[in-house]
């Protein structure tokens, strides 16, 4: 599971760090994500994150690649239309990740031809974080899922009771935002994915 910040939960490093550092044990990467914030901004939360012992391997920096370098965390989440994947990778030290947002098929193929490890694609189901926006659906991540080699994140509306769907059309994981960082309690939130995570993988 990834969990990407949201700009409304970025003011406070010292709080976000906090929660961030009470989630990682339920989750793989926890995604830096400051579109209205420049590179300080987002080192700055970075920095607060591991100071409160979120390990490095689980941090995601998004689109930043000079501030994912400078903190060698464990993966550069990059924009669709961003930088080049090959150009990014040949940059990073062994084992980091890097992945690709995408929104469309097209989109997905291309960042997998391009080398990245895995795609984030979404929104799948409606979400507040996209008012007005028609959701992508459970077929279009199916079919992305069936053509693609590496793994697809679903992103999007997400709540646990969604994970089975996701699965069984193919997505190696899920993205998460506002189900964690708006929930009363963040860490019960985690904890209740990646319980319904574990019991889908194991039925499947």
Known sequence: MHVITTEG??????HTAQVAAAIHPYVHYVHVRLKQKGASGLLALTRSMVNR????????????????????VGAIQLPADGLPVASVKSLLSEGT???VSVHSLE?????????????????VYETNCKPGVT???????????RLLNIPVIALGGIQPRHIHELYTAGASGIAVMSGIWEAESPVAAAMAYKRMADRVVHSL
């Open 97 to 99: 990740r890097c992945g």
């Open 135 to 145: 959701p992508r659906g459970i077929v279009q991540l199916e079919r992305i899922c």
């Open 53 to 72: 012992g979120v390990p490095l391997q689980q941090i995601a920096v998004n689109d930043r690649v000079d501030v994912a370098l400078l903190t060698s």
């Open 9 to 14: 939960n970025t003011d406070a490093y010292a």
């Open 107 to 123: 989109e997905a193929q291309a960042a997998e031809q391009a080398g990245a490890d895995y795609v984030l694609y979404g929104h």
